[in-house]
């Protein structure tokens, strides 16, 4: 069975740190796909990045940057100068390679950014 | 220009009641779910569709019944709301090939059962 742990509830930094959400997946498929989702308090949810389980090179976007490692089954999502718009709940996401996605979602991170 | 819209985005309703959330996709997709959103921000899904047929369903209630009438649409009726119905139900799709596991969300419907 497919798990994703994001042990922390909640997370508090003033504006301009950096911080990193902590997400470990555990699966059985040699095939998968790891997400990042974003649901700012609008409600809705924002797709962020999607990686294959073949693919462990770290990526960066802008002030975003996620480091896959699978020896730990870790995929964190690191905020750098975090902004108040930053303020979201953020969803770590695992999905087996198959005819269509079962997205196993985490329980979240409240992210909050303050002045 | 909604790429997945969902309607109502709120819905109040007593127990014992039915009520459906419409779904539409116009992005070309050919597989939609229905995920459900706690009290407590935990997702989980519920249904999947692939080109108007079920392919996942996850242990739900038959109270609740999705219908596809065509791959761009798919509705989810809930029969006799109980308390326990209230969440916010989130609509989605995605398309097969490189990109099938990148799902795009609705905006959410939130249900209160009162």
């Known amino acids: 069975a497919q798990k994703v742990t994001q042990a922390q509830t909640e997370i508090s930094v003033v504006e301009k740190e950096d911080v990193t959400l902590d997400c470990v997946y555990e699966?059985?498929?040699?095939?998968?796909?790891l997400f990042w989702y974003k649901q700012p308090p609008s409600g809705e949810l924002v797709f962020l990045i999607r990686?294959?389980?073949?693919?462990?090179q770290n990526e960066i976007s802008g002030r975003y940057s996620w480091n896959f490692q699978k020896s730990t089954s870790s995929f964190n999502f690191t905020i750098t100068a975090s902004q108040v718009v930053d303020s979201a709940v953020y969803f770590c996401?695992?999905?087996?390679?198959?005819?269509?996605?079962?997205?196993?979602f985490g329980t979240g991170t409240r992210l909050q950014v303050t002045l | 220009d909604t790429a997945v819209s969902q309607t109502p985005k709120y819905l109040v309703t007593q127990m014992g009641n039915d009520k459906s959330i419409k779904c539409e996709q116009n992005?070309?997709?050919?597989?939609m779910y229905w995920y459900k959103q706690d009290s407590k921000k935990f997702l989980k899904i519920m249904f999947s569709?692939?080109?108007?047929?079920?392919?996942i369903n996850e242990t739900v209630p038959n109270r609740f019944s999705p219908k596809s009438p065509d791959k761009a649409h798919l509705n989810l009726h809930i029969n006799s709301l109980e308390l326990g119905d209230s969440a916010v139900y989130f609509c989605?799709?995605?398309?097969?090939?490189?990109?099938?596991?990148?799902?795009?969300f609705g905006s959410g419907t939130q249900l209160s059962v009162l």
């Open positions: 989605a799709s995605s398309q097969k090939g490189s990109n099938r596991e990148k799902l795009f």
């Open positions: 699966t059985r498929d040699t095939t998968y796909y």
């Open positions: 990686r294959n389980s073949f693919d462990e």
């Open positions: 996401a695992l999905s087996e390679a198959g005819t269509a996605s079962k997205l196993t």
């Open positions: 992005l070309g997709h050919d597989t």
């Open positions: 569709y692939n080109n108007k047929e079920l392919i």
